[in-house]
């Protein structure tokens, strides 16, 4: 029998981590019954798929009453219409907020309009996530960017302070928000290959090393790259003169790591190379060189090493003492420039590293 | 339920048992002095400290049916009055007749349909002890002989209700403890007062009020079970809370009856009169349910009774809820049996009806560990103790509880429908981990203890139903709703589900609503002493309190009659509790420690709501104020928000916040004796809109947590 109506409201706001996680990922109340259903909960409970279905309604109806309030998380914590407990409330928050990389990775580098929340269905049918939750994941990247983008300050500690979001989280968004900011290119087909939590920990040491320091000041933020840095990475420009020391130097190091025929390769290949790492730094200023960061690292380095097969190893090996030779030149005794180095260095190396996998 | 002929004229033959000292007996000159200063002497409150009521005669009520036609001013309340004061009359008159001085648990109520109305009043008729209260100072200045009665009394006269709210204006700190025992509703059992001061009063309180041989017509009257002095009933219905101290056995648990009557759709004075007519039967109907119900249980009595009687355009409704409790002092009720004139030819089915019924009842009487008395002694002893009073010898066949008085339970079996009718009388049972009633506790839960508040819940229901069906169709609704709420806090157990309060609207011919309003509390481990948990791994605490009970009777048994082989008092007890079975309730062995438990709280976040009048794990610090709300939401757009569920949903839950807000507003953090009395909806689908008027309210309270120790 059909009830025309059906409903249980409890003084303190009953939130079923179950259900609630079906109704994140955007199930309908049928879908979630199936769902349910097929976890053995009527097995487990002994309850009837209508007591199920009704339980899963009066869910459903309390979460789409809170998905409001939801879009701003302090204002949860004010409002009085729902008395939810702060162990609950942190749960609601912290679920609706989370997100599916392999989503977030189909958004990076798109603008955020509305045009684009119209395609989400062709992310939703890639990624097999459902199309409300693509929507949702999509509706909360835009907000957290709009909120936070032109707010001064460290932006994960932004967005912690203005959706209550847990520190991991909070990281992964202020990464999307970076990525955002500067316009970094994603979406290039050679870039295809890259994954959300590749960005994500590229975003990381960038954001790390190359934004302004954090002195205290209310200007400093870190969605703002440090201009005098990438101008100083010019000067850089001189290890290309010396490039036959430099070559020398890291030969003679690697020699006893490399199998022979991969220091023949390094022996013939390295001015190639190093045009190519210290190009790029020499070139960062201009905004769109910074923009297809990733880019050039693929098609300059990576592309290059993964045609003579180099191990991760040997990458690994390679970048090191590349950076490690450099600073024992004479032409780096200079601090400014060696710390220019250092910072620059560390950045790609680490980006270098994360980026070369299949 | 309505017992309207009984005449009490003899009064003082009942009381002479057992207050035989103190000027309390002489009942006459109380009558004068205060309640005739009363024009009705009507409580409406359901818990009273111990002591306080004397002897319970039973539920009173009394219905009428009026026309509001009639009234050609509405502004004018005499007509009204006038109609309220005949029923008051009413039920004054019928515990007056029961031999009682006073109504407690009582309450008014109305079902109006079109232009009729029903008004009804039910309570519970007692006789209340006046010295309670009033007599102190005189007692203890010129009284010599005083009693242990009295004593009792007077220990209790700092618990009275114009002394407390004295002291707790004053705010004596060492008081705290000790004006509330019985607002501290976790325990029910006190075993040291009670016990010691007045070894009979475990059981007084059950004795009838009235003289037996004054009854017009055949009663079922026994002697006490406890004392073997006075005269119990074999059944009690009551509308209060049980009272403390009352010696009971096992565990309550809920007890629902419903009964749905069609009637002819008519209008004015033909629909007064036709409900008019229906209303005896179906009183008639719900109480045979009820009586019938409370013996599958095995149970001999019920707390905390409400009957609501709706009227629709083309049905009455009958709901009767309340709390079975096995009274220790009462005679255990006889297995119902089935019966078939000649008509019913099937005799298989008959015995197969028959053992379905004698199943249930030894299920029930296992789950909720139904011991007599009489039973546990015998196994003690090994014989069945000789009643100690004078007429004993034509007292013996009476206490034959499993085999007499089979004629008050016989269920007929004629046609198909009535097969209907008995598995109406079963009812599932809750779910492991629940333990259900309407009244503010559990009676009877003793390996467990209320420790703090989960949920107040309310639950609104509401369906097309085709007319004409049979009542068991009825029932499916409402176990379809009590189910749901197992379901919804399946996550919570333990737990015990209080107070629950159902209401019944028939706001369109062919539809039904109920609403549920109850509380969820969690149990934990009972705080008690090492040297009573060490006992209480040997005995369980049922067979310990059967046992205090069989040692009471021993010790009767003692002084009254010599030539019994002398025992060693301090080795009787042990000998009962070696020889007493441990019962064998799944539930009971389902809980050692190890289990899920909740744990008192040090804190509550926010406001919290309860339809109780206590907090566990609470103190109700400071009384602020009483609320009292009507809201009335409409809406022209019902389809986008939701339906009528979204409507409802979105409407109970500001209600709610309200209410939350107002208790905040005048520094309260909880609300206790919280209510919902109405919930009105009216729907028009072809219009997309919708009305609701709910009327909520209770007592801001300001609660504060214990701390650590």
Redesign the interface.
């Known amino acids: 029998m059909f009830a025309d109506v059906d409903v249980f409201i409890s003084n303190y706001t009953l939130v079923d981590p179950e259900v609630y996680q079906l109704w994140v990922d955007g199930c309908s109340s049928s879908e979630a019954v199936t769902a349910l259903n097929q976890r053995g909960v009527i097995q487990q409970t002994g309850a009837t798929l209508e007591l199920v279905a009704s339980d899963v309604l009066d869910h459903y109806r309390t979460y789409s009453l809170l998905e409001r309030l939801l879009h701003n998380p302090p204002k949860l914590a004010e409002q009085l219409a729902f008395q939810i407990e702060p162990q609950t409330r942190r749960l609601l928050i912290e679920k609706y907020y989370e997100f599916d990389g392999a989503v977030i990775r189909e958004l990076l580098g798109k603008k955020l309009s509305s045009r684009h929340r119209k395609d989400l269905d062709e992310v939703s049918e890639k990624t097999c996530v459902l199309l409300k939750s693509c929507r949702r994941q999509f509706d909360n990247v835009k907000r957290v960017f709009k909120v936070v983008e032109d707010m001064q300050g460290s932006v994960v500690q932004n967005i912690k302070t203005n959706f209550l979001l847990p520190e991991e989280l909070a990281r992964r968004y202020g990464a999307v928000v970076f990525i955002a900011c500067i316009k970094f290119e994603t979406s290039k087909k050679k870039l295809q290959y890259l994954t959300f939590p590749d960005f994500y920990h590229c975003a990381q040491s960038i954001m790390a090393s190359w934004t302004y320091v954090d002195n205290g000041s209310p200007e400093y933020d870190d969605t703002e790259l440090d201009r005098e840095f990438l101008l100083d990475l010019r000067e850089l420009r001189i290890l290309l003169d010396k490039e036959k020391e430099h070559k020398h130097l890291v030969c003679q190091k690697l020699k006893p790591q490399l199998l022979e025929r991969s220091y023949q390769e390094l022996d013939s290949n390295f001015r190639s190379y190093t045009r190519a790492l210290v190009g790029l730094a020499c070139n960062l200023h201009r905004s769109r060189e910074l923009r297809s960061l990733f880019l050039e690292l693929v098609e300059r380095c990576l592309e290059p090493w993964r045609q003579v097969s180099w191990s991760h190893t040997d990458l690994r090996n390679f970048l090191s003492s590349y950076y490690q030779c450099a600073l024992e030149m004479d032409v780096l005794r200079e601090a400014d420039l060696k710390n220019s180095w250092e910072r620059y260095m560390t950045v790609i190396t680490s980006c270098l590293l994360r980026m070369y996998h299949a | 339920m309505k017992r309207n002929s009984l005449t009490g004229s003899d009064r003082s033959s009942v009381m002479g048992g057992h207050l035989r000292q103190g000027p309390a007996v002489v009942r006459p000159s109380m009558n004068q002095e205060s309640l005739d200063m009363m024009e009705y002497p009507f409580l409406t409150m359901s818990k009273y400290p111990p002591g306080f009521i004397m002897h319970l005669g039973g539920t009173v009520s009394s219905r009428s049916v009026k026309l509001l036609e009639r009234i050609t001013n509405l502004e004018e309340p005499e007509t009204r009055d006038a109609w309220w004061t005949e029923i008051r009359m009413e039920v004054r008159s019928h515990a007056r007749a029961l031999g009682c001085n006073v109504v407690l648990g009582y309450s008014e109520n109305t079902s109006i349909c079109d232009d009729v109305c029903v008004l009804s009043a039910s309570g519970t008729a007692a006789v209340i002890n006046l010295q309670f209260s009033t007599n102190v100072e005189q007692d203890t200045s010129g009284q010599h002989l005083v009693s242990r009665v009295h004593m009792h009394n007077k220990e209790l006269m700092t618990t009275s209700l114009d002394r407390t709210d004295f002291e707790r204006e004053k705010t004596t700190p060492q008081k705290g403890d000790f004006t509330l025992p019985f607002m501290q509703g976790s325990k029910v059992r006190h075993l040291s007062d009670g016990y010691e001061l007045d070894p009979v009063s475990t059981c007084s309180v059950c004795h009838i009020p009235y003289s037996e041989c004054s009854v017009p017509f055949r009663v079922t009257m026994l002697k006490c079970a406890i004392c073997r002095r006075g005269k119990v009933p074999d059944v009690l219905f009551t509308t209060i809370e049980l009272p403390e101290g009352v010696s009971t056995t096992g565990k309550g648990c809920f007890l629902q009856a419903y009964v749905c009557r069609p009637k002819r759709d008519c209008r004015g004075e033909l629909n007064a009169k036709e409900i008019s007519d229906g209303l005896p039967f179906l009183e008639y109907e719900l109480h045979r349910l009820l009586i019938n119900k409370l013996k599958v249980k095995g149970m001999n009595s019920i707390f905390g009774l409400k009957v609501q009687v709706s009227i629709g355009e083309k049905m009455l409704v009958g709901l009767a809820t309340g709390t079975a409790v096995y009274l220790t002092p009462l005679p255990m009720p006889p297995v119902p049996k089935v019966s078939a004139d000649n008509t019913w030819a099937d005799d298989k089915k008959l015995t197969e009806i028959q053992k379905l019924l004698q199943d249930t009842v030894k299920k029930n009487r296992e789950v909720y560990q139904l011991k007599p008395l009489i039973e546990l002694e015998f196994q003690s002893n090994g014989r069945i103790p000789a009643s100690d009073t004078e007429e004993s010898d034509d007292e013996l066949p009476d206490l034959d509880l499993a085999t007499g008085n089979k004629d008050t339970c016989v269920l007929e079996v004629d046609d198909a429908e009535d097969v209907d009718v008995i598995s109406l009388l079963i009812d599932p049972h809750p779910?492991e981990g629940f333990y259900v009633v309407n009244t503010e506790t559990v009676p009877g839960l003793d390996d467990q203890e209320i420790v703090k508040n989960l949920?107040?819940?309310?639950?609104?229901?509401?369906?097309?139903?085709p007319t004409g069906q049979p009542t068991s169709v009825f029932s499916k609704h409402f176990h379809?709703l009590l189910?749901?709420?197992y379901?919804?806090l399946?996550?919570m157990v333990p737990c015990a589900l209080c107070d629950l309060q159902f209401g019944v609207e028939l706001p369109e011919p062919d539809?039904l609503?109920i609403s549920v309003l109850g509380m969820a509390l969690g149990l934990g481990e009972p705080e008690r002493p090492s040297s009573k948990l060490k006992k209480k791994t040997v005995v369980s605490s049922t067979s310990k309190e059967a046992i205090k009970k069989a040692d009471e009777c021993e010790l009767i048994f003692n002084l009254d009659e010599d030539h019994v082989a002398p025992e060693n008092p301090a080795a009787a007890p042990l000998q009962v509790q070696l020889g007493c079975p441990r019962p064998h309730s799944p539930l009971r062995i389902k809980i050692p420690q190890s289990k899920p438990h909740h744990t008192p709280p040090r804190e509550r976040?926010?406001?919290?709501?309860t339809p109780l009048s206590y907090v566990p794990g609470g103190k109700i610090e400071r009384y602020l104020g009483n609320l009292n709300f009507f809201f009335i939401r409409e809406s022209t757009c019902i389809r986008e928000g939701?339906g009528?569920?979204?409507f409802?949903?979105?409407f109970?839950?500001?209600v709610?916040?309200i209410v939350?807000?107002h208790v905040t507003a005048l520094g309260g953090n909880a609300m206790v004796a919280y209510f919902m009395s109405e919930c009105v909806?009216y729907?028009n689908p072809h219009k997309n809109q919708g009305q609701c008027l709910i009327n909520v309210g209770g007592d801001v309270v300001y609660v504060s947590y214990y701390s650590e120790d």
Do not use: C, N
């Not at chain 2, 949920?455 to 139903?465: D, H, L, N, P, S």
């Not at chain 2, 976040?605 to 709501?609: A, K, L, P, R």
């Open positions: 779910p949920q107040m819940f309310t639950q609104v229901w509401r369906a097309k139903i379809r189910q749901s709420v379901f919804k399946r996550r539809e609503q976040y926010g406001v919290d709501m939701g009528l569920s979204g409802v949903h979105s109970v839950t500001e709610l916040a939350r807000a909806l729907h």
